[in-house]
């Protein structure tokens, strides 16, 4: 009789455990953007593409070597 509580009680933990890692590792939900604002989907790579230009045209500092 203690067998059989201890596999059901290994059983109640391993169902539970299970469904805690396939909630953990579910994809997360896609949010769609609302028809009253569209974001064009190549509008984010390109302006992420202009600032990365923007940085790399600025000068670098240069340390002052005069004592």
């Known amino acids: 009789m ?4 201890s596999v059901l ?6 169902l539970v455990v299970s469904l805690l890692a ?5 994809p997360p ?4 953007p609302s028809a009253s604002a569209p974001v064009p ?3 984010v790579p390109q302006q992420y593409k202009q600032a ?4 790399l045209q600025q ?9």
């Open 2 to 5: 203690r067998a059989i509580f």
């Open 29 to 32: 939900a896609i949010s769609v």
């Open 9 to 14: 009680g290994l059983l109640a933990v391993v």
């Open 59 to 67: 000068p670098r500092a240069m340390p002052d070597d005069k004592p």
């Open 52 to 55: 990365l230009d923007a940085a």
């Open 41 to 43: 989907a190549a509008s």
């Open 22 to 26: 396939k909630k953990q590792l579910a």
